[in-house]
């Protein structure tokens, strides 16, 4: 079941010709592509860091990544945005673990402190709840329910973004949901 | 998975879904495209090797790099090598040989030829 969703997946690769077109440096591929992926690799990478200056490098260097190497691109091998968000994923744990450790609850002061108080409406008041709820979870935890809950990727293709086995990904998935659930408990109807 | 779980998955989805949408800021836009700018002049061919690539060109039209560089190589090899084994007294000694019965030739042509009028008489 998951090789046929995979080989499907591969045959029907939207960005095949793209990517060979950038590989042979072609600007208008390049930014049709960037058009097409830029605005979920940082999404994805601001709600892993919770700091939009750290995404939009941490995105930049994903790009440089695929510039560099689009030309060696074999396509049937993975689907590129598969590819392309696992470059993400990876460029966002390398600066998590640069990061000095904070500890759980100086990550969730770090968080509250990021609107100003007095003009923080309700939803923007849940969002910053539901952002610090985030933060606290393991990185991989969080992955897990970014790339399932916020981007709405498959299990199958988030499970090969974070090169673990679907089960493993439901595993995380059942742990993130319930522990963000438990911290949000206060939020009724977030 | 269980009532519970599905639960569980439904306030995750609308807890995430209360997150403000990121924009993508214009100056992140361009300097990515920078970047691929960068990389792609760098992958350009640059003076010499075009000049390399004209040279290949002319000499074999249409064929990969490895053809003519391995016909030159090979000449270059075999040259040197005529060069190393075959003694140069060899060579001194056929030029000087051919140079003197050249002369021969020419000065017996230059000679007036000698006829006995006596003996045809």
Partial sequence: MRATGLDAALKFDPDTELVARVGKGDRAAAQALMARHLPGMLRLARRMLSSQAEAEDCVQDAFLKLWTHAGHWKPGQAKFQTWLYRVTMNQCYDRLRKRPNLGLDAAAEVADLAPA???????????????AALQNLPERQRAAILLCHYQELGNVEASEILGVSVE??????????????????????? | MTEDQKQDARFADRALASLPATAVPSALEARILADF???????????LSRIFNRWRDAVWPSAPVWKPASVL??????????????????????ASTSTTSSDQQYAAGDAPPVVNMAGDL
């Fill in chain 2, 37 to 47: 700018d960068h990389v792609a002049a760098r992958r350009a061919p640059g003076t």
């Fill in chain 1, 168 to 190: 493993a990904l439901e595993s995380l998935l059942a742990r993130g949901r319930r522990t963000l659930r438990s911290k949000l408990s206060h939020l009724r109807n977030p």
């Fill in chain 2, 73 to 94: 190589a090979a000449s270059l090899v075999i040259g040197v090598m005529a060069g190393a084994l075959v003694p140069a007294s060899d060579f001194a000694s056929n």
């Fill in chain 1, 117 to 131: 108080a007095d003009t923080v409406l309700v939803s923007a008041g849940v969002a910053v709840e539901v952002e």
